[in-house]
């Protein structure tokens, strides 16, 4: 179908305008909405995800193509909701405490979101009691955290440990990535997964969560 | 008698001074893991040059080593310019304006009244007299990493597609502080200028984006340095760096300082002896390593490097080493650079 073809082009091309215009337009066609995002968002962001793997595009590319997902979610999130579909499942997320870099984290929460989780994205500088609560209160079963630096990778053993202390560790599981964090940091830290890039954190999440 | 060299005499040698007997070793780290033994808090570190310094001195004893850094604090010198608390600056100064466009009413200081660059300018002049075997650097920041701190790195990326005219005008204000601050730090007994880029590498952004928006006002600002005096002006970047390794060299400074996810054999490669190369010492290696696996990556960097570069090679950790890193690692580290850098 063109219009969804047109979609997944204008995403990943990163033009949010056109995308909103684009979805607007098939909609009023009568095209379904779930359509829409798997054959639109989602397969232009696929694209986006291989090429990033490849190193055939950067991180900006990624940056203005979320952006455009995003866009496009704005319309057709309230619609999935009132069309009763579930969330695959819930996920908390944050950067760790003293470090304010969110870049990678905003890519992860955008592509969960368009891939049908629900992400509860606490923001930067987030200690470990706060990814806990936020946890229990949603009952959230998976925890993903982002450092960017060396100084501040350590906080993600602190939330692990105070998971661990509360008891919690295994029924809530946790996953990092970040420029800093290696698979070795995450085996050494107890995390239950590690995702080098956004496109990888969604497939963790699902394997993490039993539904891949 | 075999004759002593110090740091400072490690150092210059790269930079085309008598040659030593090895290659230079040192490393970037914050003073944080050493502030107990040093009996001073991180307020005071940032509040009182004589205890900046002595945290300086407490490193040197504890990790003895032949450059040692002063981190300029940039947040703390733009808070003062924008009249902004620590904090506020922290999240996005722009943002706390809630007009992109408010650095257009920031005036430029008088350097003799930049209370913060005095600030440092005492730290560099009593870390000469403290540490008279140590190169002593001080590292400030890039016209483009300055306006991603001041915008948010996010919001800079996106205003390059979204307002490039914005861009454009934020980096001449940034060009125009940081040339300012590092002609302020080459004024003083300082032995090199380190200018930071984190946010440059394209682990961040892109090899286009970094020809199109970083190289013109990065260049512009080292020009203007290299005119001032003469001291080695040393880049560093965070991150990957391979596609940009040739833009790297052909911007004029005397070493590059790569991150360890950069290959140090393509910048060897590309470099032939051209400039000073230092790095890359991964940082997980200090925190998770072992003696053994240290001393053996110490070795491969130094083969890959050190001859191959004409002994224009630093070696040095890629970034700045992660605070729960074990100081013994860091030590493993220095005395391995120490005992294989030795020239044959």
């Known amino acids: 179908m063109d219009e969804l073809k047109k979609i997944a082009e204008n995403l990943i091309e990163g033009e949010v305008d056109q995308v909103k215009e684009l979805i607007q337009a098939a909609l009023d066609k009568g095209i379904e909405v779930e359509k829409i995002l798997n054959e639109g968002l989602i397969a232009g962001m696929t694209v986006i995800g291989e090429q990033f793997k490849k190193e055939e595009i950067y991180l900006p590319e990624v940056l203005f193509a979320a952006r455009a997902m995003k866009g496009g979610m704005e319309i057709l999130e309230p619609l999935l909701v009132s069309a009763g579909a579930e969330p695959k499942g819930k996920i908390i997320l944050g950067t760790v405490k003293g470090d304010v870099h969110d870049i990678g984290k905003n890519l992860v929460a955008i592509i969960l979101k368009g891939t049908g ?21 949603s009952g959230a079963r998976l925890i993903g955290m982002s450092a960017l630096l060396g100084t501040t990778m350590q906080n993600m053993q602190t939330t692990i440990e105070a998971l661990e202390a509360a008891g919690l560790k295994g029924q809530i599981k946790t996953m990092i990535g970040g420029a800093i964090v290696t698979q070795s940091y995450a085996d050494k830290i107890g995390a239950d997964g590690y995702a080098p890039d956004a496109g990888s954190a969604v497939d963790k999440a699902k394997e993490l969560l039993g539904l891949s | 008698m075999e004759k002593q060299y110090t740091g400072r005499d490690h150092i ?31 307020k005071e570190v940032r509040t009182q040059p004589e205890k900046f310094v002595k945290a300086m001195a407490t490193l040197y004893d504890i990790l003895p080593q032949d450059g040692i850094t002063i981190l300029v604090g940039d947040i703390a010198l733009f808070a003062e310019l924008f009249g902004l608390s620590f904090q506020e600056l922290k999240t996005r100064a722009l943002e706390v304006f809630g007009n992109k466009s408010s650095f257009k009413k920031v005036k430029l200081p008088d350097p003799k009244r930049f209370e913060r660059l005095l600030y440092y300018q005492e730290i560099c002049h009593l870390a000469d007299t403290a540490l008279p075997e140590v190169t002593i650097d001080a590292m400030s920041m890039s016209p483009w990493s300055a306006a991603m701190m001041l915008r948010g790195t996010e919001n800079l990326i996106l205003d390059t597609k979204d307002d490039p005219q914005f861009v454009h005008e934020l980096l001449r204000f940034t060009t125009e502080v940081s040339k300012l601050i590092g002609a302020g730090l080459m004024d003083k007994e300082i032995g090199m200028l380190t200018i930071a880029d984190p946010n440059a590498g394209t682990s961040v952004i892109s090899p286009k984006m970094f ?3 970083v190289m013109p006002y990065l260049k512009e600002s080292i020009d203007h340095l290299k005119h001032h005096n003469e001291k080695p002006i040393c880049l560093h970047i965070c991150g990957y760096t391979d596609p940009i390794m040739e833009d790297l060299v052909s911007l004029g400074v005397d070493a590059i300082s790569m991150d360890g996810p950069a290959s140090l054999k393509k910048m060897v490669e590309i470099s032939k002896g051209k400039v000073v190369i230092e790095g890359n010492f991964p940082s997980e290696l200090y925190v998770e390593g072992i003696k053994e696996e240290i001393a053996d990556k110490v070795k491969e960097s130094i083969d890959i490097a050190a001859e ?6 630093i070696l040095c950790s890629g970034c700045q080493i992660p605070d729960n890193a074990p100081l013994e690692n860091i030590n493993h580290f220095l005395e391995a650079g120490r005992q294989y850098g030795r020239y044959g």
């Open chain 1, 117 to 137: 989780f629900e992400v509860i994205d606490l923001g930067v500088d987030i200690p470990a009691e706060k990814f806990i609560d936020a946890a229990k209160e």
């Open chain 2, 12 to 42: 210059a040698s790269v930079f085309g001074g008598e040659r030593t007997d090895r290659i230079p070793v040192r490393t970037l780290q914050s003073f944080i893991p050493i502030l107990g033994r040093a009996g001073i808090s991180a």
């Open chain 2, 211 to 213: 020809r199109q928006w």
């Open chain 2, 308 to 313: 191959p570069n004409g002994y224009k090679y």
